[in-house]
């Protein structure tokens, strides 16, 4: 699905979901981004099973957590940026998510 639209509206997607931050958005961010979820789990501290049920709205993360999900998910973003600007210059990336995360609805 993320595939068939432009990279721009493809990266922006991507960011509109992040700003969203709900559980059924992130969930949906790790599927668009094909992100394991064990990975995932791990990256943030917590087993997969929690993961789980975060994503299934049957818990719901601690402040910190939801925090550390939304900040690994942001670097599975900037790769995606880079690719799309054609550049590792973390300050060309860092302005395009300044101007992206304003205009994301």
Not at 15 to 36: F, P, W, Y
Not at 96 to 104: G, N, P, R, S, T
Request: proline letters at 2%.
């Amino acid at each position: 699905m993320l595939e068939e639209l432009p990279k721009t509206q493809q990266v922006n997607n991507l960011i509109t979901l992040l700003r969203s931050g709900d559980a059924k958005s992130l969930k949906q961010l790790c599927n668009l981004l094909a992100i394991d979820s064990n990975d995932l789990a791990n990256q943030i501290g917590v087993s997969a099973q929690t993961l789980e049920l975060w994503e299934k709205c049957e818990e719901q993360p601690l402040s910190l957590n939801h925090a550390l999900w939304k900040i690994k998910l942001s670097s599975y973003i900037d790769k995606e940026i880079s690719a799309f600007l054609g550049t590792n210059n973390i300050e060309i990336t860092n302005k395009y998510w300044a101007l992206m995360w304003d205009f994301a609805i």
